[in-house]
T-cell receptor, first 113, second 116 residues
Framework: GNSVTQMEGPVTLSEEAFLTINCTYT??????LFWYVQYPGEGLQLLLK?????DKGSNKGFEATYRKETTSFHLEKGSVQVSDSAVYFC????????????FGAGTRLAVHP | DSGVTQTPKHLITATGQRVTLRCSPR?????VYWYQQSLDQGLQFLIQ???????AKGNILERFSAQQFPDLHSELNLSSLELGDSALYFC???????????????FGNGTRLTVT
């Protein structure tokens, strides 16, 4: 079946460090891929998305590239801030007809000053 | 602000009771989704309504039910509550029938349910 696997957290970094959160997927076909972020006490927000192989989604300094050959969509940021502390969810969905987002388990990021 | 409003923010109740959670979707969105988020099971899709009709079911228990009203707001009813039902319940909305690339989800801030 279709699934999303994320690296386990928590990920703990110092401010201005480089961030990578790994996400790989298993899917029959070519899904669209998303990263959602959940700040403390809030719901999930769409962070970025990509719809086909080699597409790069970017927002707020975060980037992720859709890699079909490795079925991955790793989230990266060159210099994290304390305000980036949150839980990050990778997700996939198939376009057309009925479709349902499939979420990963989430990865908690804690950034220290 | 996502534009999705959920009430109440917190709810504390006893086992065996029944509660109703309310959601107003973002203006213009026709789909409403309910999710349950718990520490042990992560984010679980419960049910989706589109323009008043049930569109998809996920891992929703028989003790739970939902509906979407003509004004598009939705309610999630949880009955015969058990300790294990304690969780964050999120409502999300989207403009289309599905959750595709061009119809991303917009989440509310959730209702935290505590069953004692």
């Amino acid at each position: 079946g279709n699934s999303v696997t994320q690296m386990e957290g928590p990920v703990t970094l110092s401010e201005e460090a480089f961030l990578t959160i790994n996400c790989t997927y298993t899917a029959t076909g070519y899904p669209s891929l998303f990263w959602y972020v959940q700040y403390p006490g809030e719901g999930l927000q769409l962070l970025l998305k990509a719809t086909k192989a080699d597409d790069k989604g970017s927002n707020k300094g975060f980037e992720a590239t859709y890699r079909k050959e490795t079925t991955s969509f790793h989230l990266e940021k060159g210099s994290v801030q304390v305000s980036d502390s949150a839980v990050y969810f990778c997700a996939l969905v198939f376009s057309g007809g009925y479709n349902k987002l499939i979420f990963g388990a989430g990865t908690r990021l804690a950034v220290h000053p | 602000d996502s534009g999705v409003t959920q009430t109440p923010k917190h709810l504390i109740t006893a086992t065996g009771q029944r509660v109703t959670l309310r959601c107003s979707p973002r203006s213009g969105d026709l789909s409403v989704y309910w999710y349950q988020q718990s520490l042990d099971q992560g984010l679980q899709f419960l049910i989706q309504y589109y323009n008043g009709e049930e569109r998809a079911k996920g891992n929703i228990l028989e003790r739970f039910s939902a509906q979407q009203f003509p004004d598009l707001h939705s309610e999630l009813n949880l009955s015969s509550l058990e300790l294990g039902d304690s969780a964050l319940y999120f409502c999300a909305s989207s403009v289309g029938r599905g959750q595709g690339y061009n119809s991303p989800l917009h989440f509310g801030n959730g209702t935290r349910l505590t069953v004692t």
